[in-house]
């Protein structure tokens, strides 16, 4: 139930009774001055009411960017009409709304998820935004030649693989009217703490008849866009914005509306939507049970016609399909040898009618408030005069080809869009970089997408596509033999996850004192040169050291070390890297957490079987791979806490140890005593993994964060290639499981990866560990 008066038309009842009623002497813009500068055929035609309220911005008649009266009044009625927390006049149109609603809820480099075949709005978005797009693939309905929704089992498998996703974005319904189970998908991105953003185009009307798809809002959706000129009655290009939860910020909603809008917005547009607010408020439901009427009856009418055909609700549980709206009527005369085409040409040049759209299968009319038995009279006689003229020619066959796997993105649509462009013959551009969109009809989904490698499946496809007659579009050659590709030394990048890596090596094995893993990185090397051929090595430069000094076993040389260890690693933060650091033993992150501490105030993850928090005076063994979490807290020798500059790099609150399974007696007073967290990992397998990584996010109350990473917090049954192996452990899924979730939640500044020791290692499982590790680090998915 509303709580409002809709009745009311704020924005106007301002315009007509108050400023045109007044009479006001106009000295300001438009120049036509209430039609008095305007062509008179134009005038005539348009009559002067309407040149009467087409005003710009003042106080009386309130302004778009900071609504303060009438507008805003219209827009708390409109929110109020479809119980939503706020909406927003969208005067751009739907596709500026779409834009809106997507860069507010996805940043630059980051993950949105999208079905296939989005609106060309969307692509825009996710271009000026820089975002990334996962792509999921609807349901294709090769009967009807048509895609339908994407399925929730898509959407939840799409976000287990993705992690990092910040946002799901669903066609809903689609314009051919097929809905989706929208609920479950709100349930399932919720699920994940992400908004759900939903284009909602073709279903203003959907929140106001029970007989109708459940809408977005009433679904739980986060944010929706609607086209309210599309099937109620607001003028074309008004549209509304509405947002629904506290997941997105209506402020940032706000501010990039006034990016994009315009800053003369049409008050005759805006006044229509308030009037089409009120009628679709105070009348819809009646109003669309006579639309919904003559949808069914049209419907009826035209599945009687010889060689022609409507589907409506029986398709409903058919793969992607949950619902249907009746208001949209999909026809097809293929049975009489007709293309979608073909009967649009008939209807519009024969009969004086143009539908919404047609495809190589079908038109589609729209079916809406503006409609009467007379309307939908003159459609049926003229389908029944173009059945009599064409029954019994051939039917038209249907081509089933199926589309090749979506292919790799090497740019985002941001980069491919800034980059060069040159031309090739499509037929030779196997393994370039395509620089533009192409998309058959049916069922308009898109073969490949600016910044996607093109392959040999694709390039057959698009020949069997020709080779059928059907309708490819998108491209700059129409006849398609020649293509825009980008060359790899013309893709301009932007900042992304893939674009900011540094990989360092450091071969340091004076730490621990044991041989072996001075030897780690040669054979990293060697077995997979592709992921660690550009990894820059920091020699060990042995210094003078005094071997009367027991409990701090070759200080002199780790010192100078992780000092040479942190000035790189602080040049690499500087110039905007994640420097990612392979050992070596643990004593070298006293200097990667040096080298990022002097530049950003970062929280650690020390994941280790062991606590490394011993001082030179409770060490049993002297080795300083055990001292490095306490000395970076300034507790220990002051040489060593002084590295690269004075003083702790880390608060002992910013520090949590995970996974330890054996702590010194001494270095549990340590820990007790600074308050650094402890996770031992009995306690993580006895509560679960995401409960403690909850935990943590709660916890750790830091933007940026460095993980620093032993092996031996593995279980040696999956990763014996180490020096000190304690019994039990993680397994690689339990790892790779807290590195997504430490990736979705916090900016990664750097990571350590250390102590791999190739000498106990079997078969090459910790080897392949480290490999594979190094390489979601670099591209973190």
Known sequence: MTKLNQNMTPLFSTLKDVYAERGIVPFHVPGHKKGAGMDKEFFDFIGKNAFSIDVTIF??????????????????????????????FAVNGTSGAIQAMIMSVVKSGEKILVPRNVHKSVTAAIILSGAEPIYMNPEIDDDLGIAHGVKPETVENMLKQHSDIKAVLIINPTYYGVATDIKRIADIAHSYDIPLIVDEAHGPHLHFHEDLPISAVDAGADICAQSTHKIIGALTQMSLLHVNSDRVDQNRVQQILSLLHTTSPSYILMASLDCARRQIATEGRELLTRTIGLAHKLRSQVNKIPGISSFGIEIVGREGIYAFDPTKLTITARDLGLTGFQLETLLVDEYNIQVELSDYYNVLALITLGDSEESISKLSDALTSISERFFGKDEINRKSLKMPAIPEAVLIPREAFNSEKNKVLFAESEGKICGELIMAYPPGIPIICPGERITEDIIEHIKELKEAELHIQGMDDPELEYINVIEEEDAVYIYTEKMKNQLFGVPLNLGANKTGIEFGLEALWDNYPDVFDEMEVIEIERQKEDFSVQNLRYKNTILDTCERVAHTVNMAVKDGYRPITIGGDHSIALGTISGVAKEKNIGVIWMDAHGDMNTNETTLTGNIHGMPLALLQGIGDTDLCNCFFDGPKIKSENVVLFGVRDLDEQEREIINKTGVKVVFYDEIAQRGIDVVLDEIKEYLEVDNLHISFDI?????????????????????????????????????????IVEFNPIYDRNSKTMEFVKELTEYVKNPD
């Open 712 to 752: 031996d917090v593995l279980n040696p049954e999956y990763a014996p290639g180490v020096s000190l192996p304690v019994r039990g452990g993680f397994t690689p899924d339990d790892i790779f499981h807290s590195f997504k979730y430490l990736f979705k939640n916090y900016t990664i500044t750097s990571v350590d």
């Open 59 to 88: 106080k009386m008649v309130d302004g778009l960017h900071q609504p303060k009266s009438c507008i805003k009044e219209a827009q708390d009625l409109a929110a109020d009409a479809y119980g939503v927390k706020k909406s927003f």
